[in-house]
C-alpha cells in the first residue's frame, strides 16, 4: 500500500501562476486534510474534507481551493500563487472518526518567486 | 478560534537526558493526539489520549493528558540520538469535530 501520495513533491512558480497539489490516499478513509508548515509556525489547517463531497475551512484558507474529487483524491488548488504561498504543503488522510489519527503524505515543497 | 500552543520551542539536550514537551489549549480538548516529524519527513502519529487525567507509555516516552483536558505533555526518558525530530500535539475541541489544531511543535536536538 502506498498510503497517501502528493504530486508534485517540488514545484516553483512565479507570482500569479496557478497550479493544483494533487493527493491520493488507498486505505479508504472518509476524512482529508491539507496543512502547510512554515518555519516556527507548526502545521496549519487549509482546508479539511470530513467526507467525499463535503469540504470545510481551517485557519488558513484563503488564497486556496480545495476539490474532493471522490473518496481517494482531495486536491489544493493556487489560483494566483503569492511570495506568502511559499511553504511545504502536507496532505493527510484519517482513520474513522473524529478520534482517528492522521497519516501524512510526503509533502510538496513550494516556491513562489 | 481553537488555539493549542507548545513549550518549548526548541530543547537541546545531551544524550541521557530526559526531555519533556508542554502543550496547552485554549478550549477544553475532547481528545489529544502527538506526532513526531524526523528532519526532512513528515508528521507520524505517535499516541492518542481521550480521558481525563490519562497516561500512556510507549518505552521511553510518557503521556499525559491533563484533568481539565485542556493540556497535555510528552516526557521522554534517557534521550537517544533516534528522538531527534519535532514532537507536535494536535488537539480537536467539541464532539464530532474533525478539526484538528496543531501546535507550533517542539524541536529535539540531542547532543550525543
Known amino acids: 500500500n502506498a498510503g497517501v501520495t502528493q504530486t508534485p513533491k517540488f514545484q516553483v512558480l512565479k507570482t500569479g501562476q496557478s497550479m493544483t497539489l494533487q493527493c491520493a490516499q488507498d486505505?479508504?478513509?472518509?476524512?482529508m486534510y491539507w496543512y502547510r508548515q512554515d518555519p516556527g509556525m507548526g502545521l496549519r489547517l487549509i482546508y479539511y474534507?470530513?467526507?467525499?463531497?463535503?469540504?470545510d475551512k481551517g485557519e488558513v484558507p484563503n488564497g486556496y481551493n480545495v476539490s474532493r474529487l471522490n473518496k481517494r483524491e482531495f486536491s489544493l488548488r493556487l489560483e494566483s500563487a503569492a511570495p506568502s504561498q511559499t511553504s511545504v504543503y502536507f496532505c493527510?488522510?484519517?482513520?474513522?472518526?473524529?478520534?482517528?489519527?492522521?497519516?501524512f503524505g510526503e509533502g510538496s515543497r513550494l516556491t513562489v518567486l | 478560534g481553537q488555539q493549542v500552543m507548545q513549550i518549548p520551542q526548541y530543547q537541546h539536550v545531551q544524550e541521557g537526558e530526559d526531555f519533556t514537551t508542554y502543550c496547552n489549549s485554549s478550549?477544553?480538548?475532547?481528545?489529544i493526539q502527538w506526532y513526531k516529524q524526523r528532519p526532512g519527513g513528515h508528521p507520524v502519529f505517535l499516541i492518542q489520549?481521550?480521558?481525563?487525567?490519562e497516561v500512556k507509555k510507549q518505552k521511553r516516552l510518557t503521556f499525559q493528558f491533563g484533568e481539565a483536558k485542556k493540556n497535555s505533555s510528552l516526557h521522554i526518558t534517557a534521550t537517544q540520538t533516534t528522538d531527534v525530530g519535532t514532537y507536535f500535539c494536535?488537539?480537536?475541541?467539541?464532539?464530532?469535530?474533525?478539526?484538528?489544531?496543531f501546535g507550533k511543535g517542539t524541536k529535539l536536538s540531542v547532543i550525543p
Open positions: 494536535a488537539g480537536t475541541s467539541g464532539a464530532g469535530s474533525y478539526q484538528l489544531t
Open positions: 493527510a488522510s484519517r482513520t474513522p472518526g473524529y478520534t482517528g489519527e492522521l497519516f
Open positions: 478550549t477544553t480538548l475532547s481528545n
Open positions: 489520549l481521550v480521558k481525563s487525567g
Open positions: 486505505m479508504n478513509h472518509n476524512s
Open positions: 474534507s470530513a467526507s467525499e463531497g463535503t469540504t
